[in-house]
């Protein structure tokens, strides 16, 4: 990837997945910033040295690399690069007191209630199971439906006019949604059931920030697929991290 | 004139004491609404329907803001005050990093350790806590509190270590935290409950051992039905 940025960004590189939520959200804050880095595709069945040095307490993707310094945890990373690059391009977050926190904790939501319910509808033993699942799934986006709603303000993202911290937060999901759809056929957020988010997807995925770093939805359908042959054990974490 | 802040707690939970210690580190006024979260409130279901936990921190009109660490945050933001986050985005980043550490890999394993009846299931657990309590103890070499010389963000995250560590080896009669194992934990757990500020929102050892005790069974039957599900 080209140096793109005229701002000081120093050496970038990112270790990553293509297809991983949590690395594609990291992109999107690149992107947003204009900061040109080194993206370095990793194999998550073999581990290579430079991931086991840089992240040896999880082992996982994104891992942020800057002059040398690693950071982990794909929301610290985002904030650390709006901290760090605040002078350059839009903000990620809110400069709002409350409205940081609101978008801190829709994102802790969509990560913590959202994401492994719709990996559950992947990963479901039984159909029962899967059912399940796709409730767990849907019950959490009525919930962002709602948050949209009062977040926006009638604007066009969750962020306002243009996209923010949630909206990559949510949005480096739907590459996912679109696999679950061809795969099995769930519709995770249907235009009926939750509006203000099907056209918010709409427009996301109009965006230069989805346009230049979300991957085809084939590269995920095939990437499950690799993942379906080596299942035995295979955690949450492992999948996409 | 200040906005009234209250804050929405519960006696003994290490999470709204997070939001407490952070109130007072800023000298910011609140008034403390106690839960039976046995028996939840309507304020309480009204401004956390997604959780239904505390803390949630009201500031004067704005909608609540809930789950401890986005509050301790909050509270750093929007208040003046001396820091409670690192300034430099790197510690701040490493910051943020271990207390989500903590909440993932420490507060959980220590938990069942402590409760399950069953002694194989518990071992598992007491390893896992004890190898994620080693790279926290790793954290302190050098220092006094995980920042430095001053409480900061991540020992409030780590404070469930400190304030409960005593009373839930006295109530339970199981030692996680054992002093020749991890010593700086234990001396970093003795320094933040002497701290002025903490230990001023902190209520007697007696009121907290004889608070667990007389949840211990309900405890238990919680933690045990869990496990069945795991």
Redesign the interface.
Known sequence: MENKTMARAGSLKLLGLTVSPFVVRVRMALQLKGLGYEYIEQDLFIKGDLLLMSNP?HKKVPVLI?DG?P???S???M??ID??WAATGPSILPAD??E???A??WA??ADSKLLPAWVGIMWAATEEERVEKVEDTLKAIG?LEEAFG?CSNGKPFFAGDSVGYLDLVLGSQLLWFEALQKMFGVVVIEEGKAPLLAAWVKRFGETDTAKEVVPDVDTAVEYLKKLQSHRAGATVAQLLS | MAEPVKLIGTFGSPFVHRAEVALRLKGVPYELILEDLTNKSELLLRHNP?HKSVPVLL?GD??A???SL??V??ID??FDGPPLLPID??D??MA??WA??IEQKCAKPFWMALWLNDGDKREVFVKEAKENMA?LESRLHGKRFFAGDTVGYLDFAACGLALVLGVLAEVTGLSLVGEDEFPLLRRWADDYTSEETVKACLPPREQLVAHFSGKKDRIKLAVNAMACQM
Do not use: G, M, N, T
Request: net charge positive.
């Open positions: 307490v800057h310094k950071i982990c945890e929301l610290a990373i904030q650390y901290e760090v007191p409350y940081r926190a609101d801190r904790f802790a939501y919930h009062k | 997604i500031h704005r909608p803001i809930c789950e986005l509050i945050e909050y933001e929007a985005p790197y701040r980043a943020r990093f989500q550490f790279l």
